[in-house]
């Protein structure tokens, strides 16, 4: 995961802001989905997102890696912001990717409660009354040249944190050529040496095997509106189904993960974690062994 701090709610290269970021990562046909998942098959998803905030709002970039492209992966995802700051977007990226955003923006406000979110959400970052009305034009009207200014702006290369998560006896040595780092443990304390970080003995059997995995895309009407993924892993005392799901640009987003029996089948546990206009719902269910 990395990022920076961005810019007040009310700046209006949230816009231009907007379609780059969609252009980097927002959905299963932006960049860091295509190059990282679909060209070099080192993550299930990759994806960036901007947030805004009454103070100061954010963009992120994320992605779950293996161990051994974890350096590979952080330097494409850093090539890739180099590129949506520097490069002007394709036309055609420009216009597929607009068309997604204005088209998806219905999606947002179609219930009561989609509606009261938006006009809370306006009145709480002090959008103004007309925000809802012309958000689309608004996104409509941004420019190549303007989303290029906005990237270079909102991404910045000299304040981006950078959070690795994994073993680090094994990525220290594969992150040091790429920017400084500070080593903490789970707890968040502090590792002097990767030294510290070396196992001294065998760890516990519960290295996981990846098994299947497949993919699928929402289309409707010839514009994609989201995907979902699923992949199946298996360990030595249990077999492992995750499901993720993310529609309508994030406005959506489930991730279902079952814990069965690897010899009968039989279900375990279910957590399943949903986010629907930032509302976020749990259900943690763990089954008792049958007697």
């Known amino acids: 995961m990395l990022g920076n701090t961005t810019i007040l709610p009310t700046d209006p290269i949230y816009y231009p802001g907007r379609v780059a970021t969609q252009v980097l990562g927002g959905g299963a046909d932006s960049r860091l989905f295509l190059i990282l998942r679909e060209q070099k098959s080192?993550?299930?998803?990759?994806?960036?997102?901007?947030?805004?905030?009454?103070?100061?709002?954010?963009?992120?970039?994320?992605?779950?890696?293996?161990?051994?492209?974890?350096?590979?992966?952080?330097?494409?995802?850093?090539?890739?912001?180099?590129?949506?700051?520097?490069?002007?977007?394709?036309?055609?990226?420009?216009?597929?990717?607009?068309?997604?955003?204005?088209?998806?923006?219905?999606?947002?406000?179609?219930?009561?409660?989609?509606?009261?979110?938006?006009?809370?959400?306006?009145?709480?970052?002090?959008?103004?009354?007309?925000?809802l009305r012309l958000y689309r034009d608004r996104l409509g009207a941004v420019t190549a040249l303007q989303a290029r200014t906005a990237a270079a702006r909102l991404y910045r290369r000299g304040a981006l944190t950078v959070v690795v998560v994994g073993d680090g006896a094994q990525l220290y040595d594969r992150l040091q050529g790429i920017a400084p780092i500070r080593m903490v443990d789970v707890d968040g304390k502090s590792l002097t040496s990767p030294i510290s970080l070396r196992r001294r003995g065998p760890w516990p059997s519960t290295r996981a095997i990846r098994g299947p995995h497949d993919s699928s895309r929402v289309v409707i009407q010839g514009s994609p509106m989201g995907f979902t993924v699923s992949e199946t892993r298996r360990s030595p005392d249990s077999l492992v189904y995750v499901e993720r799901s993310n529609l309508a640009n994030g406005a959506f987003q489930q991730q279902t993960t079952l814990v069965l029996e690897p010899a009968t089948g039989v279900v375990r546990q279910v957590d399943q974690v949903t986010t629907q206009q930032g509302q976020k719902v749990e259900t943690h269910l763990t089954y008792a062994a049958a007697a």
């Open 42 to 131: 080192w993550t299930y998803g990759a994806f960036a997102s901007l947030h805004r905030y009454r103070g100061l709002g954010y963009w992120q970039a994320t992605a779950e890696v293996r161990t051994d492209v974890a350096d590979s992966a952080l330097r494409e995802l850093l090539h890739q912001i180099d590129r949506i700051r520097t490069e002007t977007i394709a036309d055609s990226e420009l216009v597929a990717t607009k068309g997604f955003l204005v088209g998806t923006f219905p999606l947002t406000i179609e219930t009561p409660s989609q509606i009261a979110t938006q006009v809370a959400s306006v009145k709480l970052l002090g959008l103004g009354d007309e925000y």
